[in-house]
């Protein structure tokens, strides 16, 4: 029963203040993945924590209604085929699978190096919501015993 | 230019099939069947348009030493023929039996990154590359592995990815070590750079390898993982498993970091020799005391998989090409072996010996096949089994090796006796059992019989005029050792 | 010369723990420590005498840096342990329900 109704008061104004700050955070280091250290791993795994946030300190059954939980499993394998698509075009534009045949821009811009960034994004999403929905799916079973 | 294919085809096929299925599974077994079909096409127009030369892909145009590289020789071609095989069969079984189960599209998913991580392996160039395919086929076979939700196949699982794990961490290790001595992750380039290095190094890298392959390939002292995991696996998931992934993640690894990168200095095919033997004797013995016919088969497969070693330990050319045909014949007498006892337990709901029978009357097919199986695996005539068995030995005798040869021929007798006992109490015992719990259909039978027919079909390939075309290409990249480096870097035929 | 000893003697507090310790949970740790040694042995390796970090900002000169392949090595390891480590616990979890206790050594009903 305490299980599902969350934390304290405390924690949940806090999280709720703190939330968004910590998605920015997340996006920065994302879109910043050619200029300085980060990239798609690291900016994901933040995005993540920000959505587990809001899964610890409020429980599972407000997160269910706040959250659309099909649709980010839709997003998560729609963002893989993204992935895959963008090499297979590399094969056709650029000459070799995951070619870079995008505008390569000058050097420190944000919008430059090619494919880079698009792939960045695309990876953050992916890690972003796989590392949510196993956690999700863990915190689902309820312990008994039997065969 | 076909060379990516290989890896993009079953990863696109794993995405669409997360994406697009439903609650039942017919989008999932129709986009696999196209996949695996369309991969087993590839594979057999490569190995017969190829003859003798090594292509190369560039990926991402990044050349050389700075980037990866995808590189297609005869070993390559060989042993994704055999992967392609083994592969469209276990999915043709699989339909029926995992509907058993549970109507899921989550297996074929799974499956279908197996096949992704395996083909990945065997056409990379580059060790780095090769360490996270290695880890993409390793995870989705322990997913596999727990497929039935039964408590024994959790702890069977559990066992397999600690023990997996700890091997990757090696492996790393001595991937590590290597790029420390040489600065360069190409394994052309290494093998270039190599004698220049210290060759203690060797030496290091060498034991680390062993130790992390060895335990993917199941060699003595490091097997105790595959009775639990092979006999507690969905059928389909146990032949793919001991059929071609510790022989795609352990043979062919080792055959491609020892011979073509390291030149085999003496002490590794010495290891090679002892390890090899060791495995054949200890595996046969506890085979025979088995009650458990699934549990009976894994444990054939060390013994086996110690021949292939016995081979490569000899290390001339007719050792060889023993080695590297029973690859081939192991892959798929295994497998059917398997299938039989798959069918046997969906039949019949059990898969101890002692309560089986007369089994002939039941399941017809089944009893036929498994006996032209039992007879190929200990190597009677015409069958497949005899041919590589006899290569090996002579192979043995040649070199001088006698007390080798020797121990190769018990283990090959007390082969023979653990399946006369699979066959006298399994298939044709004293009771006549008349009725069976779920009827077998047409799916698992031809999977069944495409490999049985396929039994007789390959003992042709040592025939004089058919071993030029097939296995001597293959036995050449194998011994001319680093001849590979001229062949990759050298004219580095860039398609 | 001394970072490297205790590097690997992190490998093997990691392999201790894998091999003697009874509980499930003590054994999935021991597995991530051994990895995070690894991965810190690889990061060493790329140490050049004298040079920083591997970062070029607007306005600064080119600097003797160290070597940024392992860093992306490494990169990639965490993630595959991240996986293999997911996959473990939710096993973990199937077993408790299944057998009820953590402890491996009654966890033993294949065997022979």
Not at chain 2, 60 to 87: C, E, F, H, K, R
Not at chain 3, 64 to 83: F, K, R
Request: hydrophobic content about 55%.
């Amino acid at each position: 029963m305490q299980q599902s109704e969350g934390m304290t008061i405390i924690v949940k104004t806090a999280t709720r203040i703190t939330v968004w700050i910590i998605l920015l955070y997340g996006i920065y280091i994302i879109f910043h993945g050619h200029l300085s250290p980060g990239g798609g791993f690291g900016g994901g795994v933040i995005i993540a924590l920000a959505f587990l946030n809001v899964m610890l300190a409020y429980g599972r059954k407000y997160t269910n209604n706040w959250l659309n939980i099909g649709f980010l499993q839709d997003v998560e394998a729609s963002s893989a085929l993204m992935f895959l698509v963008l090499g297979i075009l590399g094969i056709s534009l650029g000459g070799a699978f995951l070619a870079n045949f995008m505008y390569k821009g000058k050097l420190f811009d944000l919008i430059s190096s090619g494919t880079i960034l698009p792939l960045n994004i695309i990876i953050g999403i992916k890690v972003g919501m796989s590392l949510f929905l196993v956690v999700w799916a863990l915190a689902a079973t309820n312990s008994e015993k039997g065969d | 230019m076909i060379l990516p294919y290989y890896v993009i085809i079953p990863l696109l096929t794993a995405f669409l099939i997360t994406l697009i299925a439903g609650k039942k599974d017919y989008w999932a077994i129709m986009l696999s069947f196209i996949a695996i079909s369309a991969l087993l096409l590839l594979s057999v127009f490569s190995f017969l348009t190829m003859k003798e030369e090594t292509v190369t892909y560039v990926m991402s145009n990044w050349s050389v030493p700075i980037g990866i590289i995808l590189v297609q020789d005869a070993l390559t071609s060989y042993t994704l023929i055999m992967v392609s095989i083994i592969s469209f069969t276990s999915l043709m079984y699989s339909v029926q039996y995992i509907r058993h189960l549970s109507m899921d599209w989550r297996y074929y998913a799974i499956f279908m990154l197996l096949v992704t991580g395996m083909n990945g392996v065997i056409v990379t160039g580059d060790l780095f590359n090769l360490f996270v395919f290695l880890e993409i086929s390793l995870f989705s076979a322990f997913a596999l592995v727990a497929y039935g939700g039964r408590a024994e196949e959790f702890e069977a699982a559990f066992k397999y990815t600690v023990m997996g794990s700890v091997s990757s961490v090696l492996v790393l290790l001595g991937i590590a070590i290597l790029y420390s001595a040489t600065s360069n992750l190409n394994m052309a380039k290494i093998a270039q750079i190599l004698p220049t290095v210290d060759s203690k190094i060797t030496y290091w890298v060498g034991g680390l390898f062993i130790a992390g392959f060895g335990l993917k390939a199941a060699i003595m002292p490091f097997h105790t993982w595959l009775p639990d995991a092979h006999s507690s696996a969905p059928a389909p998931i146990s032949a793919m498993l001991s059929g071609v992934l510790i022989k795609a993640l352990g043979i062919y690894v080792i055959i491609r970091i020892f011979f073509n990168v390291f030149n085999a200095p003496e002490i590794f095919t010495n290891i090679f020799l002892v390890l090899g033997t060791i495995s054949i004797i200890i595996g046969v013995f506890l085979a025979v005391g088995q009650w458990d016919m699934k549990r009976l088969l894994a444990y054939h497969s060390i013994s086996q998989i110690g021949y292939i070693l016995l081979g490569l330990g000899i290390a001339t050319p007719l050792g060889i090409l023993g080695a590297v045909f029973h690859l081939f014949n192991h892959a798929i007498f295994k497998s059917l072996l398997f299938y039989n006892a798959g069918s046997v337990e969906y039949a019949l709901g059990t898969r101890d010996l002692r309560k089986m029978g007369n089994l002939t009357k039941v399941l017809p097919t089944t009893s036929q096949t498994s006996l032209i199986a039992s007879l190929s695996i200990s190597g009677i005539p015409p069958f497949n089994g005899f041919f590589s068995k006899l290569i090996i030995i002579i192979a043995a005798v040649q070199a001088g090796l006698m007390g080798y040869a020797f121990l190769a021929i018990i283990g090959s007798i007390l082969t023979l006796a653990s399946f006369m006992k699979v066959q006298r109490y399994g298939f044709r015992g004293d009771n006549i059992i008349s009725s069976i719990i779920n009827p077998v259909e047409w799916r698992m039978n031809s999977a069944m019989i495409i490999l049985a027919v396929l039994c007789v079909l390959t003992s042709l390939m040592v025939v004089p005029g058919i071993k030029e075309l097939t296995l001597d290409p293959v036995v050449k990249v194998i011994t001319e050792k680093t001849q590979y480096v001229q062949l990759v870097l050298g004219g580095l035929n860039v398609h | 010369m001394l970072v490297y000893i205790l590097c690997f003697g992190l490998f093997l507090v990691g392999i201790y723990g894998v091999i003697v310790k009874r509980d499930l949970v003590k054994i999935i740790l021991a597995l991530g420590i051994q990895g995070y040694a690894v991965n810190l042995m690889i990061v060493l390796f790329g140490y050049r005498n004298g040079s920083i970090y591997p970062i070029l900002a607007k306005g600064k000169e080119p600097v003797p840096m160290v070597d940024p392949l392992p860093q992306a090595l490494v990169l990639t390891s965490i993630v595959i342990e991240l996986g293999t480590t997911a996959l473990i616990v939710a096993l973990a979890i199937k077993l408790f329900e299944k057998y009820g206790t953590f402890d491996i050594t009654k966890i033993r009903r294949l065997s022979g």
